[in-house]
């Protein structure tokens, strides 16, 4: 069975430019994952799609991050305009669709992002 | 506000010998805890869970123990070996929380030949 495929691994921007990520979840898990891990810091969620509907964006800066989900398959998470304090890893993960807050999460590999 | 507290940046164990990681958690209304561990550029891969009803998880050399009434839980390895020299993230989530895990810092654990 494939995993959670992301790209790019690696993304280097300079301040107030923008960049985009994009994920694919395990075949047939309908709930998918964002979320960011700053260095010496556990990964902390985003926002969460079920399906393509966002069940949880409560820790997403809408100011400047965006998510979408469409056709409720791959995603992309987006920052326009990034700040230095966004340096960090970006990973995405994915669950069945059993929607129970025992679900395993099945993570991607990330991408780390460095603003300059 | 840290939730979830892993207060051992790091860890060194000798080759055969036990690994013990500990997790402290301050909300209790957290009643599902996991254990995750990351290679350097992979992402988080699922080790062992427990839920708040039981006091102990085993599954091989892996063994998780929890301590409702301290919020504490702990991940022991035996016997310890190289290819478990990683960082180990603990997580917990609550029902009424959905499906967010909310995750410790970390600990680095090294295993010696």
């Known amino acids: 069975e494939a995993g959670v495929a992301q790209s790019p691994r690696y993304k280097i921007i300079e301040k107030r430019q923008s960049v985009a990520f994009w994920c694919n979840p395990i075949s047939g898990h309908a709930t998918l994952y964002w979320y960011q891990q700053i260095l010496g810091q556990g990964p902390k969620l985003l926002i969460q799609?079920?399906?393509?509907?966002?069940?949880?964006d409560s820790q997403l800066p809408k100011d400047r991050f965006s998510a979408e989900r469409l056709k409720g398959v791959d995603s992309t998470l987006k920052i326009q305009p990034a700040k230095l304090e966004d340096s960090a890893v970006y990973l995405c993960?994915?669950?069945?669709?059993?929607?129970?807050?025992?679900?395993?999460?099945?993570f991607g590999p990330g991408t780390r992002l460095t603003v300059l | 506000d840290q939730q979830v507290k892993q207060n051992s940046p790091s860890l060194s164990v000798q080759e055969g010998r036990i690994s013990i990681l500990n997790c402290d958690y301050t909300n209790s209304m957290f009643d599902y805890f996991l254990w995750y561990k990351k290679y350097p550029a992979e992402g988080p891969t699922f080790l062992i869970s427990?839920?708040?009803?039981?006091d102990k998880n085993e599954d091989g050399r892996f063994t998780v123990f929890l301590n409702k009434s301290a919020k504490h839980l702990s991940l022991h390895i035996v016997p310890s070996q190289p290819g478990d020299s990683a960082v180990y993230f603990c997580?917990?989530?609550?029902?009424?929380?959905?499906?967010?895990?909310?995750f410790g810092p970390g600990t680095r654990l090294s295993v010696l030949p």
């Open positions: 799609f079920q399906n393509n509907g966002v069940v949880d």
């Open positions: 997580a917990a989530s609550a029902y009424n929380y959905g499906q967010n895990f909310v």
């Open positions: 427990i839920s708040s009803i039981k």
């Open positions: 993960a994915s669950s069945t669709t059993a929607g129970l807050h025992t679900d395993t999460q099945y």
